[in-house]
Nanobody, 121 residues
Framework: QVQLVESGGGLVQPGGSLRLSCAASGSIARYNAMRWYRQAPGKERELVAG???????TYVDSVKGRFTVSRDNAKNTVFLQMNSLKPEDTAVYYCNVRLYNAFNVLLHDYWGQGTQVTVSS
């Protein structure tokens, strides 16, 4: 069992930056996929960014060029650097880690409790 704790959320003005952290209670080195999701009021949860074990990253189109996902296996932490924030980025951000086997069967799926990001002047 891995516990995930997000931090770094808060209130920021449009154009500002925040850095979210997701600290895991155990080693994350073996997890295939580490992702950040967000959910705005009245909307479905959406995948924002992900980083694979090999370091390949993916982003939803709306954050490309503004957000950067990274992982530090030594510190068991995943980060989401968010720059040029917009009001539409306002949401609760969740960290998610998954482990798949060689047959792409999901073995483990863990979620953090979420951290609120509010972009407003």
């Amino acid at each position: 069992q891995v516990q995930l704790v997000e931090s770094g959320g808060g209130l920021v003005q449009p154009g500002g930056s925040l850095r979210l952290s997701c600290a895991a209670s155990g080693s994350i080195a073996r997890y295939n996929a580490m992702r950040w999701y967000r959910q705005a009021p009245g909307k479905e949860r959406e995948l924002v960014a992900g980083i694979a074990r090999g370091g390949i990253t993916t982003y939803v189109d709306s954050v490309k060029g503004r957000f950067t996902v990274s992982r530090d296996n030594a510190k068991n932490t995943v980060f989401l650097q968010m720059n040029s924030l917009k009001p539409e980025d306002t949401a609760v951000y969740y960290c998610n880690v998954r482990l798949y086997n060689a047959f792409n069967v999901l073995l483990h799926d863990y979620w953090g409790q979420g951290t609120q990001v509010t972009v407003s002047s």
